[in-house]
């Protein structure tokens, strides 16, 4: 087994009180070796950022655990918690949300350099700023740092995010939806820049994305996991999860994503499932998630047994479904 | 209702020529459409790409003359044909707009989801559309209402009575289909069509659109800056930037045999999922100010084939080969470069790898 330097240990978050609670993440397992990138992909409301959120430490699961280099991060003391806070660093779905508009990217970026001491002073404070603000190619430095972010386009804000980011010299990033909302002809030098962190820096990545085709992109060397209201229903190699997906909701999902290739998205066949709708979380079906829309549905063990993540085949690949077998 | 007059079928329903918006900012004169000139025809889908802020929703609000107080259409002439009349759009008043705005030429707007009144049925939302337009009877709207709930596949009897939170973004998403079809025009514009949806949701609409089109044989226009919607629906594709149409061309010449050195940046952008990994390339820069827009071809900043010419020098849209047209003066050289590429040969002289 490798070393991970996040684990997540049956994870569980669940929202709100008595008849309002939702389990929005539950009993999720899984870990991150150093250096990886694990995509998590789903639709909207799986629980991805929820996900993200609890190993960034933002959330504090209901139930199950984190460890980071091995330490339980909630039982851990103070001066521990600490030092995961900050090795632990989230790039937020909204970048108009997440960055001050008061402040300068200057200010933006010093801000935590000075507060956690990282920097001796507010010339070498500015050196650092220089520095990341080279690394995320927002060159000339000297145009962007007295800019506000209502100044900067939508990509360009990204960037302030994954520069803030990278402050505290991080050992994990957790990227959501990071490149989501800027063009494509600006999404593809961001995702070369996340990669470069991680090949040049050893930065580990959990990298959310409803797009399977980024998710392709920024993960082929790494692993991806497939959520489905809450649950991590496959889990394998980027290219094995893409050439022989296992999980009839994972196979859906690729059978229906349209492509940016006339011939190869006309070609494809969609599956069809038993039914559209998607299950609200206040009202979850029994047994497996996924059994009123599944093809493969098994009347008496589908709807009565949550299926479990297992391996199936070689090279750890994982599936959550009863009607799968290795 | 459809008409049956055979001459619809081989004139086109939409001629755009020369259209120029602008709209009055803070800043300035901000030029959002410039000089854009297209057939809409019959039956087909015609797909606008383009990244943010290019101009694509304003010209699809131009076209039904729903622009905001602040724009200005300076230029230019809209023609719409049906049933052997001819209509400039533009002169159009009152009235007749309104009729031409839902009967002939309907218009789903972008995040047009939370554009339901909240407090109101999806029925009277329904009625009130068909009673500005058309006499009908109570009953004789419901069945109308109805029968096109289900066409959008939607159960009709249960999505008629309820609020719109209570129904899905999915079905949201048909309702609305279904309202701008009420009136059974001729010319359907969507805008982001499918962009909020999930996967699965954003295939049965994509599914949905092929076959009500098939069935009622409408043009479709639509804008999407997701270039796989265009791949899986478009007839023809119309690349836009900084407001003008710098390519048009059948779907597989767009994809396969790009012309334009900003729509061969675009298709190299963008990654599939199943198909094999290709790296991919950026396009360096980001689009102009469109307040302050340089001078000569708009992309030229941006563009490995850019020269002298193209810096002092606005290249117009032209014929290149059948069916295909492009604003650049290095057709050819893009045109050689795109096909070494696809042939996985030679060296890709458009943008280096970020
Ligand atoms: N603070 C909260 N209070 C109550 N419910 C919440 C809260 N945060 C998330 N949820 C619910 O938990 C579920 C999962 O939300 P989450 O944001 O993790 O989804 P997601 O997969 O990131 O979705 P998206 O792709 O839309 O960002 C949703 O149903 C959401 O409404
Ligand atoms: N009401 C307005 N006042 C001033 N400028 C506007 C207004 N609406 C749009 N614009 C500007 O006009 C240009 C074209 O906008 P438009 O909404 O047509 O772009 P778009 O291609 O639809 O972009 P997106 O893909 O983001 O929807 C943009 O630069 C935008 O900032
Ligand atoms: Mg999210
Ligand atoms: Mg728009």
């Known amino acids: ?326 | 209702m459809k008409d049956e007059n055979a001459t619809i079928w081989d004139t086109n329903p939409l001629s755009v020529r020369n259209l120029w918006v602008e709209y009055l900012g803070e800043r300035g004169m901000v030029k959002a459409v410039r000089g854009v000139t297209f057939d809409l025809r019959p039956r087909e889908s015609l797909a606008f790409i383009g990244e943010s802020g290019c101009g694509k929703t304003t010209l699809g609000l131009a076209l039904i003359r729903l622009l905001v107080k602040t724009a200005r259409i300076s230029q230019g002439e809209i023609l719409y044909r049906r049933s052997g009349r001819e209509t400039a759009v533009l002169k159009l008043k009152g009235r007749e707009m309104r009729h031409f705005r839902w009967c002939e030429c309907a218009m789903v707007f972008q995040s047009a989801l939370n554009a339901f009144n909240p407090v109101l049925r999806i029925r009277d939302q329904m009625y009130d559309t068909i009673r500005a337009h058309w006499r009908m009877s109570q009953s004789e709207m419901r069945e109308r209402a109805l029968s096109l709930l289900r066409h959008v596949q939607l159960d009709p009897e249960r999505v008629i009575d309820s609020y719109p939170h209570e129904l899905s973004g999915g079905m949201r998403q048909r309702v609305l289909l279904a309202m701008s079809l009420l009136l059974d025009p001729q010319i359907i514009i969507l805008d982001e069509p499918t962009t909020a949806l999930d996967i699965l949701t954003q295939r049965t609409i994509l599914e949905l659109l092929k076959s009500l089109k098939a069935e009622m044989g409408f043009s479709l226009m639509f804008i999407s800056h997701d270039l796989s919607i265009a791949a899986e629906l478009a007839d023809r594709v119309a690349t836009m930037y900084a407001g003008a149409i710098v390519e048009l061309g059948l779907v597989y010449d767009i994809f396969y045999r790009p012309a334009h050195p900003y729509t061969l940046g675009l298709i190299r952008a963008v990654p599939t999922v199943t198909g094999d990994f290709q790296d991919l390339i950026s396009i360096p820069g980001s689009p102009p100010d469109l307040i302050d827009l340089p001078t000569g071809c708009k992309f030229h900043i941006r563009c490995p084939y850019a020269t002298d010419r193209c810096r002092q020098e606005e290249p117009t849209l032209e014929p290149y080969g059948p069916d295909h047209s492009v604003a650049c003066f290095h057709v050819d050289q893009v045109r050689r470069d795109a096909d070494a590429i696809w042939e996985g040969t030679g060296h890709v002289a458009a943008g280096e790898a970020a």
Request: hydrophobic share 40%; proline share 6%; net charge positive.
């Open chain 1, 1 to 326: 087994m490798t070393e991970y330097l996040i684990e997540a240990h049956n994870l569980t978050r669940q929202f709100g009180r008595r008849r309002e609670r939702v389990t929005a993440v539950d009993d999720v397992s899984l870990g991150i070796s150093e250096g990886e990138v694990l995509c998590l992909v789903g639709e909207s409301g799986c629980g991805k950022t929820t996900t993200g959120k609890l190993l960034a430490g933002l959330l504090k699961p209901s139930s199950g655990r984190i460890r980071y280099q091995g330490q339980d991060v909630w039982t851990q003391d103070k001066e521990s918690f600490r030092k995961y806070r900050l090795g632990v660093q989230i790039i937020h779905q909204d970048p108009y949300a997440s960055l001050n508009p008061s402040h300068t990217v200057h200010q933006i970026l010093s801000a935590p350099l000075l507060h956690h001491n990282l920097v001796n002073g507010r010339r070498q404070a500015r050196e650092r700023v220089v520095e990341l603000l080279q690394i995320v190619d927002l060159t000339p430095v000297e145009d962007f740092l007295t800019k506000y972010p209502h100044q900067l386009s939508g990509g360009q804000r990204q960037r302030v995010s994954v520069a803030r980011a990278l402050t505290v010299n991080p050992s994990f990033i957790v990227a959501d939806e990071a490149v989501s909302m800027v063009d494509v002809s600006i999404r593809v030098s961001l995702l070369k820049m996340l990669s470069r962190l991680r090949m040049q820096l050893g930065v580990t990545f959990l990298f959310i994305t409803h797009d399977l085709a980024l998710a392709k992109f920024f993960a082929w060397e790494g692993r991806i996991a497939v959520m489905y209201v809450g649950s991590v229903v496959e889990l394998t190699s980027t290219p094995e999860l893409i050439n022989n997906a296992q999980h009839p909701y994972t196979k859906a999902l690729l059978a229906a994503v349209p492509e940016a290739d006339p011939n190869l998205t006309r070609r494809k066949k969609p599956i069809t499932l038993r039914s559209q709708d998607i299950p609200s979380l206040r009202n979850l079906p029994p047994g497996c998630r996924f059994h009123p829309r599944c093809p493969l549905f098994e009347e008496g063990l589908c709807d009565r047994v949550a299926p479990k993540l297992k391996s199936v085949g070689e090279n750890g690949h994982q599936v959550a479904c009863h009607r799968v077998t290795g």
